[in-house]
């Protein structure tokens, strides 16, 4: 597997993936890993192929609050279950093991390149899967009752768009 630099000296072995239940939700993953982000356009040359030997990795996950209009933060066993079912969904998909998860009270603070270098060292970890979970609330309005009754009432009913930007980060960096 080849990697990728970016412009701080933060290696990005492969983006993973991005899951959204909405296409006007914009991303949060550049605010953590930097504009550099946008110019990877190929980064690895040859697929990564399932194997005896699974690449042993870190799992961070960010529920991101600060975008416009963001959702409140997930409770403690929202996201207790958020990172088990990730990881149980990325150690099936990928040739990953996650040998350890990263509590959200080690990312107090700002959390950029030299920080998640420094959680990689302080947890002996290499590589990092970095998944940033961001999610928006609007208002739409909208018509209550059976569309052919003439007792249609006006309403509001309150969509949350959600995001979830993951990558796998070489936390190495120098």
Not at 37 to 54: C, F, H, N, W, Y
Request: hydrophobic share 45%; glycine share 8%.
């Amino acid at each position: 597997m080849t990697a990728a630099k970016l412009g701080a000296p933060l290696w990005v072995g492969m983006i993973l993936g991005i899951v959204a239940c909405s296409s006007s939700q914009t991303g949060r993953l550049e605010s953590y890993l930097g504009p550099e982000l946008r110019t990877i356009v190929a980064i690895s040359d040859k697929p990564l192929r399932l194997g005896a030997e699974r690449l042993s990795t870190g799992l961070l996950v960010v529920n991101d609050t600060t975008g416009p209009n963001s959702a409140p933060p997930l409770s403690a066993p929202r996201r207790a279950l958020l990172e088990n079912v990730l990881r149980q969904q990325l150690e099936r998909s990928l040739p990953i093991r996650v040998v350890v998860v990263i509590p959200s009270s080690q990312t107090l603070g700002t959390l950029g390149p030299a920080r998640l270098r420094e959680l990689g060292r302080s947890f002996a970890i290499v590589h990092m899967v970095f998944a940033v979970l961001s999610s928006q609330d609007t208002e739409e309005s909208t018509h209550l009752g059976q569309s052919y009754m003439m007792t249609q009432m006006p309403g509001v009913s309150f969509v949350n768009r959600a995001l979830m930007e993951i990558a796998l980060l070489d936390v190495r960096g120098g």
